[in-house]
């Protein structure tokens, strides 16, 4: 994102290190005043640089412990409303669009293959669906995480490692 700068990118940091971090925390550490970082989080806030503050945890724990990626193919033009009625899919956690031979990843979680099955089937009902294809997850093997693009960021800009 144009526009960060070293201390942007120190506060990014310091958020991927511990994202409960305390304003106060966070001025303490980096030496600078409480509202500095406020006004520095409220512009980072504003530019769009944060993508949730929604807490991340396993479906596992509500009795959903199957989770696969489903391929799916669309007929383009209906794309928008695809998408929309995917959304409506409470198994669906999480969708991405594609380049490619596939037009849409979607993240599912369910209870067990039957549950699965029947996820699927949703999905391929939903009209402009052309096909999908289901890879169970084996397990997460790299989480989601930034910290390193902050690290290469902050080295490209002339800051520390």
Request: proline content about 4%; hydrophobic content about 45%; charged content about 25%.
């Amino acid at each position: 994102m144009p526009g960060l700068d070293r201390t942007d990118l120190e506060i990014l940091a310091a958020l991927a290190d511990d994202p409960r971090v305390t304003i106060v925390a966070l001025a303490e550490t980096l030496r600078l005043s409480r509202n500095t970082i406020q006004a520095r989080m409220t512009r980072l806030e504003q530019t769009g640089i944060f993508l949730s503050y929604e807490r991340a945890f396993s479906p596992d724990v509500l009795g959903f412990p199957l989770q696969a990626f489903v391929s799916i193919g669309v007929r383009q033009t209906e794309l928008p409303r695809i998408i929309n009625e995917l959304a409506r899919i409470p198994e669906v956690v999480q969708a991405h669009g594609l380049s490619g031979s596939i037009d849409l990843l979607a993240r599912v979680a369910c209870r067990d293959a039957r549950h699965l099955f029947d996820t699927d089937a949703r999905i391929l009902s939903i009209e402009g669906v052309e096909r999908t294809e289901t890879s169970l997850a084996m397990g997460e093997v790299i989480p989601f995480r930034v910290a390193g693009l902050i690290g290469l960021a902050r080295r490209e800009s002339g800051g520390s490692a």
